[in-house]
């Protein structure tokens, strides 16, 4: 009559598999026998990911995605090992990390980097990290990630660096090169870099403030306060950008100033005039200060309609970092540090670039040992997430299943 289908999912555990690289070693017995220098030739083998070690591109590739993707620290990695009848201790898992970050993925780090400062829009963002073993410093201090990236484009690039303080050299030096519109927050850092560098202000940071004011007064009394005015000016800057977000760009930057402009040289009225009538101690004195501080830079956006009103996408792209800084707390050493914002660095950029950052680092952990790059330094460009060499497969679909 007719069929009855029903589907679920099966899930398979992950397993390991012991794979022995047997090479072959030749020599010629006529040779020996006849008391002539005796050839010695080794059968062609790939080299392995880290010499004496059992790690193979696999392995690291399943730590890396689940620390620096699934944000499981290495501690927790190594009871899964256990249970699965594998040993492998975390300092072991620590070490296979650093080497691989410094031999095989800080020259696509540095590669990228190049690609990131050819833009001429990027957005920026910092936050804390700890690193406990920094020479001369205490095992509390504060350090930083900092974070640089590009607009999300065919070549998306997310960059990390970490630094042991957030004075203002480190983008300084980072964007060496750089000319253009740099995104930022309210750090006062950013406003020192070099004249061809445009700072533009984040209007979230700016609204956040006001909602934050408006939040220490109980809610049956908002009505009518200089926290929901501010409040409100912000939110119909939001909502004219969501309107015209899909115009394009000379119709976009029209607009603007048909649209927005208006409610700006409102707003600036409107804050100057309620600064004389608050106290600047309270919340609503704090958002409006601030507000009034970063005019300059949060009108920026006004000028090319490329740049958007607020760098949330910086701030999304720390997401990761931040979770991941929650389970694992810290990194032991500065080698740990540098290893694990190379690491962010790719992974994100993968997911940018719409690559399974699994296999995107497994790609590069199979191919880059066989690779000599100072006799063919353009072999790196078929590792770019963008390479047309990167195979179908390793891209996230599109649609997703539903549960």
Request: glycine fraction near 4%; proline fraction near 5%.
């Amino acid at each position: 009559m007719s069929k009855i289908v029903r589907t679920e999912l099966i899930y398979i555990p992950a397993k390991f598999e012991r794979v022995e690289h047997v090479t072959y070693v030749y020599s010629c017995r006529n040779c020996e026998k006849n008391g002539i220098a005796t050839p010695i030739i080794n059968a062609t083998s790939p080299n392995a990911l880290i010499k004496g070690s059992i790690a193979s591109a696999s392995v690291v590739s399943g730590i890396i995605n689940g620390k620096y993707v699934n944000g499981l620290p290495l501690y927790r990695q190594e009871k899964e090992f256990k249970r699965n009848g594998i040993f492998i201790s975390r300092q072991n898992m620590a070490n296979w990390i650093i080497r691989c970050a410094q031999d095989y993925f800080h020259p696509l780090y540095e590669r990228m980097r190049k690609e990131l400062l050819k833009q001429d829009i990027l957005h920026a963002d910092e936050t804390t990290t700890q690193v406990l073993k920094e020479p001369g410093r205490k095992p509390t201090s504060t350090s930083y990630m900092w974070l640089y990236r590009t607009k999300q484009t065919d070549r998306s690039v997310v960059l990390f660096e970490y630094q042991q303080t957030r004075q203002a050299k480190h983008p300084k030096n980072f964007l060496s090169g750089f000319k253009g519109y740099l995104h930022v927050d309210g750090y006062s850092s950013y406003h020192s870099l070099p004249i061809d560098i445009t700072i533009v202000g984040c209007w979230s940071h700016s609204r956040r403030r006001f909602e934050e004011a408006l939040k220490v007064i109980p809610e049956k009394d908002r009505a009518g306060t200089k926290s929901q005015e501010g409040l409100d000016f912000c939110n119909k800057l939001f909502a004219v950008e969501r309107e015209i977000k899909n115009l394009a760009n000379d119709e976009k930057l029209q607009a603007r100033k048909d649209k927005i402009q208006p409610i700006l040289d409102e707003f600036h009225k409107w804050l100057i005039k309620t600064q004389q009538e608050t106290l600047p101690k309270t919340k609503i004195g704090e958002a409006i200060s601030y507000t009034l501080a970063q005019w300059q830079y949060l009108q920026n956006y006004m000028l090319d309609a490329r740049l958007e009103i607020s760098n949330n996408l910086a701030e999304r792209s720390l997401r990761t970092f931040v979770i991941g800084r929650k389970n694992s707390l810290f990194s032991d050493t500065p080698n740990g540090a540098f290893a694990s914002a190379v690491i962010y660095s790719l992974v994100e950029t993968a997911k940018e670039n719409n690559l399974k950052p699994y296999e995107y680092i497994k790609y590069i952990l199979t191919k880059m040992p066989n690779m000599d790059l100072k006799e063919n330094p353009n072999a790196l460009e078929d590792l770019l997430p963008w390479s047309a060499l990167i195979p179908e497969e390793f891209k996230m679909p599109v649609e997703q299943a539903k549960p």
